[in-house]
């Protein structure tokens, strides 16, 4: 009996669908007015293309929760059942075509050698779905394996959510194109106002992007930045002159706190602290100037 015994992460429709979705955000950061990647994944992940249909059994091991075992391996079996009514040949192709056309529009060796967080389960799904390929086969310690990671993924999220909070549970309820827009909505909104983004708001999209499967790290990341922002604006109130600039100075240190308000990081957040990050870069030539 011949196993594949290597996963193709070339070939697993989860980790596609994250790197097109992370190229997104590259192109954005970039300055890209228009993304190819947007347009890929709108033509390839519609609902009614077996991409779009393997991708949606790929969220649901991915988000759906249960608290025991028994639940869990009872959603793994309905999965698989509905994956072995997809088109095994529609789905090469469909992959065939997509990769051929990233090849086209981007660097393979950059595009692809990108780090995707939770690759250990997407793994796994792929290589639970590939056994049900008449022509791709596992072993069964690799078969085993793959859906012991999954049934621990099921059961263990409910109880990361109720501690971690619900950025990851937000999105996961969002239309799959919102998400992917919600990076260059932030973008956007900020760049009606000001030309270009400087280097701390980069890093702050950054870090918001990459880490939005880690709730605590990225509202770490913001409550030490917020920190920061304090102390430098409270050093520039000392070297203002002018009344009224002094005290709108003072409120705005005031009002910092609006930018770690609450448990849940949200979009305004990150906006709040972008503005903070401009305001310190016009004080900073002021009084460079001066």
Known sequence: MNYNKKHSKIKNTGILFELLTRQITVDVLNGTEDSKAVSILKETFKLNSELGKEY?????????????????????????????????????????????TIKECYDAGDFFSTRIPGYKLLASIYNVFEGESLKEKITPVEETDSKVTIIENITKVRRSKKTKGGVQENLNKQDKDL??????????????KYSRLNDNQRTLLKEYINNLSNTNSLR??????????????????????DKITKIKLTEAITHTDTATKG??????????????YELVGELDDVHKNK
């Not at 793994?76 to 529609?90: D, M, Q, T």
């Not at 998400?179 to 009606?192: A, G, I």
């Not at 448990?263 to 903070?276: A, C, E, G, I, Q």
Request: charged share 35%.
């Open 56 to 100: 949606e059994l790929y969220k649901i091991l991915i988000e759906k929760t249960y608290k025991t075992n028994e639940q869990a391996n009872i959603l793994l079996s309905a999965v698989i059942k509905s994956r072995r009514h997809l088109s095994n040949r529609k789905l090469r192709n469909e992959k065939y075509n997509l990769i051929k």
């Open 179 to 192: 998400r992917l827009l919600t990076y260059q909505l932030l973008v956007d909104k900020f760049n009606k």
């Open 220 to 241: 770490e990341f913001i409550d030490a930045e917020v920190i920061k922002i304090k102390k430098t604006l409270k050093s520039h109130l000392r070297k203002v002159d």
């Open 263 to 276: 448990t849940h990081v949200k979009d305004s957040n990150v906006v709040s602290l972008m503005r903070y």
